[in-house]
């Protein structure tokens, strides 16, 4: 079996993960989990950055024992991991034995090769970075990064890493590794870097106990980059157990953020060359995330806690967290938090389309099907070929670590059975006899693409695929891409009808200042920083009439334009419909009425088939009262003609206009 192993940067521990670490790691555990499922013997591994001086001070500060410390931050990143589902083999924090073994091993070997010496270093620190700056790193005598503090002088003993004899061999091995460093923004950023020339770096420091002592002069600590780019070979045996590093060494992919692919593709590289182990195969820089636009920034109170943001859709929040991470942010380039973007996508991608597809497609099949379906005939054309295509190009970009356009493969194969559903009407087939096997099959099919796109996305959202695939009747204990991953035209399958997946989130009203409280940290623990806002209801309006029904037979007295401008009618797209339960009259329609989404009930059951309401745009009045009919409040009332005698009709449009037009 062919081994995979892939990393993420270790993380400093002086302060907690935020939506940013977060987001890193999100991707590198969907690359995990696809790698899985591709079949490959898989190893992740993650860990903390424990041997910073900022962590030692941060320590005494609190009157802990650094490790005392990292002992308490290693259970905070811990319970956010697992609150993403992030599935991690390995954890490395840079205080185990295995460790030192491993910093330890290195630095002898580069020692031992001629490549450490000894030398003084004089010139200005940041404590801050933990980095040594050079004159023109500096902007009036300040760190860039932190004005506030005064940098210090320092002249100590130090030991260099003879950086600069490796700039050769470094240009060599990008020449005829292009794949070396991705994407490639990054790698023509580094090249530049490395033609400009290399100096030599200190990778130590004198006098301090917190850190793994140099073997060749304990009176010195490993420099903390220097120490922390080791646990990647260190946590696979480098010096201890030779055949675990034998079997994982070199690693498949270092994922991290783009600030730090100098350390990885420069230095880390070179320090392998000089103790002759191979290099990684490949290093991968993401970009940031921001927050409305801008960085985050703790002084701001523009930190992101990630489970705030996974429990705003309850116990399985951290999916809609996950999809959003990796379909609304292009791998490589930096990204965007808003809070009403992520209800936004919560709402199209999960509720309203994928969702929704499930629950209709379950719901057609229980009701025509009693729940099981076994093909009837050759599967539709129209969807094996689009899948076929769907699974290609999804293959494609996850290989190419494409993680944005294999979401949006596995997404078209949804959109195509949207549309696949919306052409063969099943609703009609369900009324013609002989249209049985036809009917059978197009509910096959479309459960068929349901379990395929849940397939694709089990590396994106792995809890609510397997409970998808549950629910089409094709539950999986271990998930094979070869076997699972192509169209099946064959097996009876029980479709599981239950509540929604994704049930709505209500359109919260947010305001852009609400999102942005600068200067004023959020409330310690606060869930978000948008305030949860009811949706506006409408002004109170004179309408008469209960919403849902048909108005009442035409009066004879005459109304003034002003009376007839009172009633606010929009046009307003279907987004869901379902029966209420219990009537035989009623349906419960989602709407989109272009500035917010609405829940109303209409008493058109008897006309028309929920499914076949569903993209329509209807004509409701807005600014009806809101009235509850059989225990639903509905929001407002779809305009349908009465015909003596016969069943409403809908209003509709030739051409439909947006939703929210105004209808005068
Ligand atoms: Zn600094």
Same mark, same amino acid.
């Given at each position: 079996?062919?081994?995979?192993?892939?990393?993420?940067?270790?993380?400093?521990?002086?302060?907690?993960?935020?939506?940013?670490?977060?987001?890193?790691?999100?991707?590198?555990?969907?690359?995990?989990?696809?790698?899985?499922?591709?079949?490959?013997?898989?190893?992740?591994?993650?860990?903390?950055?424990?041997?910073?001086?900022?962590?030692?001070?941060?320590?005494?500060?609190?009157?802990?024992?650094?490790?005392?410390?990292?002992?308490?931050?290693?259970?905070?990143?811990?319970?956010?991991?697992?609150?993403?589902?992030?599935?991690?083999?390995?954890?490395?924090?840079?205080?185990?034995?295995?460790?030192?073994?491993?910093?330890?091993?290195?630095?002898?070997?580069?020692?031992?090769?001629?490549?450490?010496?000894?030398?003084?270093?004089?010139?200005?620190?940041?404590?801050?970075?933990?980095?040594?700056?050079?004159?023109?790193?500096?902007?009036?005598?300040?760190?860039?990064?932190?004005?506030?503090?005064?940098?210090?002088?320092?002249?100590?003993?130090?030991?260099?890493?003879?950086?600069?004899?490796?700039?050769?061999?470094?240009?060599?091995?990008?020449?005829?590794?292009?794949?070396?460093?991705?994407?490639?923004?990054?790698?023509?950023?580094?090249?530049?870097?490395?033609?400009?020339?290399?100096?030599?770096?200190?990778?130590?420091?004198?006098?301090?106990?917190?850190?793994?002592?140099?073997?060749?002069?304990?009176?010195?600590?490993?420099?903390?980059?220097?120490?922390?780019?080791?646990?990647?070979?260190?946590?696979?045996?480098?010096?201890?157990?030779?055949?675990?590093?034998?079997?994982?060494?070199?690693?498949?992919?270092?994922?991290?953020?783009?600030?730090?692919?100098?350390?990885?593709?420069?230095?880390?590289?070179?320090?392998?060359?000089?103790?002759?182990?191979?290099?990684?195969?490949?290093?991968?820089?993401?970009?940031?995330?921001?927050?409305?636009?801008?960085?985050?920034?703790?002084?701001?109170?523009?930190?992101?806690?990630?489970?705030?943001?996974?429990?705003?859709?309850?116990?399985?929040?951290?999916?809609?967290?996950?999809?959003?991470?990796?379909?609304?942010?292009?791998?490589?380039?930096?990204?965007?938090?808003?809070?009403?973007?992520?209800?936004?996508?919560?709402?199209?991608?999960?509720?309203?389309?994928?969702?929704?597809?499930?629950?209709?497609?379950?719901?057609?099949?229980?009701?025509?099907?009693?729940?099981?379906?076994?093909?009837?005939?050759?599967?539709?054309?129209?969807?094996?070929?689009?899948?076929?295509?769907?699974?290609?190009?999804?293959?494609?970009?996850?290989?190419?670590?494409?993680?944005?356009?294999? #979401?949006? =493969?596995?997404?078209?194969? $949804? &959109?195509?059975?949207?549309?696949?559903?919306?052409? @063969? !009407?099943?609703?009609?087939? /369900?009324?013609?006899?002989?249209?049985?096997?036809?009917?059978?099959?197009?509910?096959?099919?479309?459960?068929?693409?349901?379990?395929?796109?849940?397939?694709?996305?089990?590396?994106?959202?792995?809890?609510?695929?397997?409970?998808?695939?549950?629910?089409?009747?094709?539950?999986?204990?271990?998930?094979?891409?070869?076997?699972?991953?192509?169209?099946?035209?064959?097996?009876?399958?029980?479709?599981?009808?239950?509540?929604?997946?994704?049930?709505?989130?209500?359109?919260?009203?947010?305001?852009?200042?609400?999102?942005?409280?600068?200067?004023?940290?959020?409330?310690?623990?606060?869930?978000?920083?948008?305030?949860?806002?009811?949706?506006?209801?409408?002004?109170?309006?004179?309408?008469?009439?209960?919403?849902?029904?048909?108005?009442?037979? #035409?009066? =004879?007295?005459?109304?003034? $334009? &002003?009376?007839?401008?009172?009633?606010?009618?929009? @046009? !307003?797209?279907?987004?869901? /419909?379902?029966?209420?339960?219990?009537?035989?009259?009623?349906?419960?329609?989602?709407?989109?009425?272009?500035?917010?989404?609405?829940?109303?009930?209409?008493?058109?059951?008897?006309?028309?088939?929920?499914?076949?309401?569903?993209?329509?745009?209807?004509?409701?009045?807005?600014?009806?009262?809101?009235?509850?009919?059989?225990?639903?409040?509905?929001?407002?009332?779809?305009?349908?003609?009465?015909?003596?005698?016969?069943?409403?009709?809908?209003?509709?449009?030739?051409?439909?206009?947006?939703?929210?037009?105004?209808?005068?």
């Amino acid at each position: 079996m062919t081994r995979y192993f892939l990393t993420t940067a270790i993380d400093y521990v002086n302060s907690r993960p935020h939506l940013g670490t977060a987001y890193e790691k999100v991707c590198a555990d969907v690359i995990a989990r696809y790698k899985r499922l591709r079949g490959f013997e898989t190893r992740f591994l993650m860990g903390n950055d424990e041997h910073s001086q900022n962590v030692y001070k941060a320590a005494l500060e609190q009157r802990l024992d650094p490790l005392a410390y990292c002992d308490r931050m290693e259970e905070e990143f811990r319970k956010t991991w697992a609150r993403l589902d992030i599935s991690f083999d390995d954890f490395i924090r840079t205080t185990e034995p295995r460790h030192r073994i491993g910093v330890t091993h290195l630095a002898q070997r580069i020692y031992d090769a001629g490549d450490i010496y000894e030398g003084v270093y004089e010139g200005w620190y940041c404590v801050s970075c933990e980095e040594f700056k050079q004159e023109k790193d500096l902007v009036d005598g300040r760190c860039p990064l932190h004005p506030t503090l005064t940098p210090e002088w320092i002249t100590e003993k130090n030991y260099f890493f003879r950086l600069s004899k490796y700039q050769q061999p470094l240009l060599d091995h990008f020449a005829a590794h292009p794949e070396f460093l991705q994407p490639d923004i990054r790698r023509n950023e580094i090249l530049r870097l490395i033609e400009g020339g290399l100096t030599d770096i200190s990778v130590s420091r004198a006098g301090q106990s917190w850190g793994i002592p140099l073997p060749f002069d304990p009176g010195s600590v490993v420099y903390v980059w220097f120490d922390a780019l080791i646990n990647y070979a260190s946590a696979v045996g480098l010096g201890g157990d030779g055949p675990l590093f034998e079997r994982w060494w070199p690693a498949n992919l270092h994922v991290i953020g783009k600030d730090i692919t100098r350390f990885h593709t420069v230095i880390w590289p070179a320090m392998l060359m000089a103790a002759r182990i191979p290099l990684p195969k490949q290093v991968f820089g993401h970009g940031f995330m921001t927050l409305n636009g801008q960085r985050m920034s703790k002084t701001l109170g523009t930190i992101i806690d990630p489970i705030a943001l996974a429990d705003r859709f309850g116990p399985t929040g951290h999916d809609p967290l996950r999809l959003y991470l990796v379909k609304e942010v292009v791998f490589g380039s930096d990204g965007d938090f808003a809070w009403e973007r992520y209800d936004d996508r919560y709402n199209a991608d999960l509720a309203n389309n994928l969702g929704n597809l499930v629950s209709r497609v379950s719901a057609m099949a229980h009701r025509y099907r009693g729940g099981r379906l076994a093909p009837a005939a050759a599967g539709s054309d129209q969807l094996t070929r689009l899948a076929e295509q769907v699974v290609a190009d999804y293959q494609r970009a996850m290989d190419g670590l494409s993680l944005h356009e294999g #979401a949006a =493969a596995a997404y078209r194969l $949804i &959109d195509g059975t949207n549309e696949f559903i919306a052409a @063969t !009407a099943p609703w009609t087939l /369900a009324k013609d006899a002989s249209a049985a096997d036809r009917l059978t099959q197009v509910l096959f099919d479309a459960a068929e693409a349901i379990r395929l796109a849940a397939v694709l996305l089990e590396p994106i959202m792995p809890a609510s695929c397997r409970e998808i695939l549950r629910r089409v009747g094709a539950p999986v204990e271990r998930l094979h891409f070869e076997r699972d991953g192509c169209w099946r035209n064959s097996g009876e399958r029980t479709l599981v009808q239950e509540g929604p997946l994704w049930p709505r989130k209500e359109h919260t009203t947010v305001t852009d200042n609400q999102t942005k409280p600068e200067g004023v940290p959020p409330a310690a623990g606060a869930p978000a920083l948008v305030p949860e806002t009811p949706v506006k209801a409408p002004d109170p309006a004179t309408v008469p009439g209960a919403p849902g029904v048909p108005p009442a037979a #035409a009066v =004879a007295e005459r109304i003034s $334009i &002003d009376d007839f401008m009172k009633v606010e009618l929009r @046009t !307003a797209k279907v987004l869901a /419909a379902e029966r209420v339960p219990k009537s035989k009259r009623l349906l419960k329609l989602q709407v989109d009425a272009g500035t917010e989404h609405r829940t109303l009930v209409a008493g058109i059951a008897e006309a028309y088939e929920p499914e076949a309401l569903i993209g329509r745009t209807v004509v409701i009045v807005f600014n009806l009262k809101p009235a509850t009919l059989m225990g639903i409040e509905s929001n407002g009332m779809v305009l349908a003609a009465s015909p003596e005698g016969g069943k409403p009709i809908v209003v509709g449009f030739d051409d439909p206009p947006p939703p929210g037009s105004r209808v005068r």
